[in-house]
């Protein structure tokens, strides 16, 4: 096997890598930052709004009951954005800003704007020092120069831009990149003990955000197999990265043990269900193979793919060990991604490989910095241009991105019809709650009667309901402003919750729920709300392959193409009652 090592690119002046670099994240945190209140006060992404609640519940309740929200995404998100909100409240007091924690909570249900804001500060950093890590581990296995190239492309990757909030896969990413460097200390030292335990331990803080992490288990195996370890040697090993990665995770997700069936019955859940499911509702199965393909392309554009899959073939032709460390894990997560979504028939999604755009970044920066040193001036003209077009190309996406962020969303507006046409008090019938959480429909105010139920719900799934009851609070002593009513909240909504119903309004957001609300005759429609494109821009910021279509084709400044995202909202009411 060929080897590519540091040694081979560490010239000129030590001064101008740490000035580029610099350039680069200060670059990669202006292209992200502009997205940083986009949505607010209004929250109705999932993920993020959990992940909230999921750290003020700490605070209220413990750590166990962080688990109300379930097990879907390890529990390290939480307790970060724990400590920072702590943090938050701690310099408020500081300032007068919170008389105590009581104030701190009342702000929060009144404006949420602000926690959120800490939130994605948190993301934000991780997002940034993705691109760092990237340079790092660049700098570590191939060279400086290379990291530079690799952290310019990673950064101005539109794959990790559209997650940065929202969804904790940058963080899932940035302990995956760092995972990496000690990994290269096994390739060059293999008896060395510290460096199977720091990847392990790196690896169980991956897996502790999001457990797709646990495919990252490949970066030491290879390390050590292409260092020259063989069977025993080999087993020991990686008995020591696995115990270490083991007790990392667990310390971490401590609902391991304090929680055990809980944890377990969401694990076998996880691993029942198809990857995409959710975007498989929004548009037909797309084939498996788009993910060696299309989930790239539409989110990085076809010269950023290109220089990865030249990065990926280069490692592979020459076998380079340094390179084939990087290249492994991307082909391993890829791989089984294609073969679930080969079985499953599920629709490949561009988040779930976001961890890989570094370590692709990374070899595509070898390729091109090898051909720059090689090439003559007009092969170094091409080369600039197709770096342009990897990394400058993407900003269009990015502009246009923001602006669907700040479009009107079918919800809000609703939202606002409803508040001037029904009745405060009415009782309401809502599609689209996750557990007692308003997400994907009209965010509504509840009045006393809804609010004692959700704190029944919330207790009897093992939660303190102590957030909920700090709203009842709220209200009973008129903080609230607004009409509020007595909602009844489904996700999906079937037969038998219309029958069992005596809602005088009930409020879909999916066309199957239309009809069963007109087949049952009980019910007139009397507004609605329609998305622009009903199959498109559903769960913003998540873009599904239909989205990155969408985004690809709009103009970069026509503001005639401004568009209505979110779900298609219905709003019936019962018939024989006069319309308000």
Known sequence: MSQVGPAVIQTGDGRWPQAAIALVCIGALLVRLPMIGAGLP?????????FIEGALRIGSAGITDVSFGGYGHGTLTYFLLFGALGLFFAVGR??????????????????????????????LAASVGVVYVTYLVGRRLVGRAEGIVAALLCGMSFHLIHVTFGKEDVLFTFFLVLAAWPAATILDRQETRSGYLLTGAVLGAAAAVKYLALFGVVIPLVAAILGGLRGM?????????????????VCLVPGVLIDTGNFVAWVLRLFGENTGTLMATLQEPSPWFRYLWGTYAGAGGIALTSLFYAGVITAAWTRSRRLLIVVAYPVTLTGALATLAFFGGATPVTFYQVSTIPFLAVAAAWVVCKAWRRWSLAGRAVLVGLLAAATVANVGRIVKFNRLLASEDTRTIAREWIEGHVPAGASVLVEGAVFTFILEAPQLRDNA???????????????????????LDMLQRGLVSGPTYDLYKVYHLGEEDLAGASARFVITREPSSKRIVEKSGRYRLVHSVEPTEPNAFY?????????????NEMTLFDSSEARRIGPPIGIYEARGVEQP
């Open 233 to 249: 040697r080999l087993v020991k090993a990686m008995t020591l990265t696995g115990f270490t990665c083991i007790l990392t995770f």
């Open 94 to 123: 500081l300032t007068g800003a919170f008389a105590g924690s009581d104030d701190f909570v009342q702000s929060y249900l009144l404006d949420p704007s602000a926690v959120f804001l800490v939130a994605r500060t948190v993301m």
């Open 539 to 551: 769960v913003m910021p998540m873009l599904s392959l239909v989205d990155l279509e969408r985004i």
């Open 42 to 50: 209004a929250i109705y992404w999932h993920d993020e709004y959990n």
């Open 449 to 471: 009667a809804s609010l004692e139920r959700d704190i029944a719900d919330i207790r009897d799934r093992g939660g303190s309901g102590r957030l909920w009851q700090a709203k």
